[in-house]
T-cell receptor, first 116, second 116 residues
Framework: AQSVTQLGSHVSVSEGALVLLRCNYS??????LFWYVQYPNQGLQLLLK??????LVKGINGFEAEFKKSETSFHLTKPSAHMSDAAEYFC??????????????FGQGTILTVHP | GAGVSQSPSNKVTEKGKDVELRCDPI?????LYWYRQRLGQGLEFLIY????????KSGLPSDRFSAERTGESVSTLTIQRTQQEDSAVYLC??????????????FGPGTRLTVL
């Protein structure tokens, strides 16, 4: 079974400050990991994904995440927050290889607030 | 339109009524997924289609829930005898193929279901 834990349901940062959204996963097989963003009244949009290539993954809008197997983590970071980054962020995991089919297991989500 | 579309965007119904939610995937996408997002919670997997067959229905919460898909096109999620706990946003996603689980799932904007 797989699971995802996002630490902190709400994160608040100042504009220009570092953004750090935490995600830990549990998986009995090598995982694929994803970060999605959901802006108000919009569908989920993929930010980035880890698929067993480079452990540091760069995504859209200046976000990146690092896969750390020893820590079972896939934290999302951005060096400098912008007001437009305010949204809800979801970490998700799927199985890699075998007869898996891409089913995503999501974390509970983290709402990011950016204040001036 | 290039994206996944869902209809209706909002549905308010009375307890005990049946509802149908529609998903139009991206053209050419063979895989289609339904997820549910209840207030304050992450997304829960409901069902997955490969073509018009559903290899995994394990996420459907009860026998009141059913879904079908026509070829590699439209899917309908039906909820019979709706209950208040069915109130949620129902999200549909599609991806090009499932042989590789790195394929990005593209999400629709969702249908917000409210059961009074």
């Amino acid at each position: 079974a797989q699971s995802v834990t996002q630490l902190g349901s709400h994160v608040s940062v100042s504009e220009g400050a570092l953004v750090l959204l935490r995600c830990n996963y549990s998986s009995s097989v090598p995982p694929y990991l994803f970060w999605y963003v959901q802006y108000p009244n919009q569908g989920l949009q993929l930010l980035l994904k880890y698929t067993s290539a480079a452990t540091l993954v760069k995504g859209i809008n200046g976000f990146e995440a690092e896969f750390k197997k020893s820590e079972t983590s896939f934290h999302l970071t951005k060096p400098s927050a912008h007001m437009s980054d305010a949204a809800e962020y979801f970490c998700a995991v799927s199985r890699a290889g075998g007869t898996s089919y891409g089913k995503l297991t999501f974390g509970q989500g983290t709402i990011l607030t950016v204040h001036p | 339109g290039a994206g996944v579309s869902q209809s209706p965007s909002n549905k308010v119904t009375e307890k005990g009524k049946d509802v149908e939610l529609r998903c139009d995937p991206i053209s050419g996408h063979t895989a289609l997924y339904w997820y549910r997002q209840r207030l304050g919670q992450g997304l829960e997997f409901l069902i997955y289609f490969q073509g018009n067959s559903a290899p995994d229905k394990s996420g459907l919460p009860s026998d009141r829930f059913s879904a079908e898909r026509t070829g590699e096109s439209v899917s309908t999620l039906t909820i019979q005898r709706t209950q208040q706990e069915d109130s949620a946003v129902y999200l549909c996603a599609s991806s090009f193929r499932t042989s590789g689980t790195t394929d990005t799932q593209y999400f629709g904007p969702g249908t917000r279901l409210t059961v009074l």
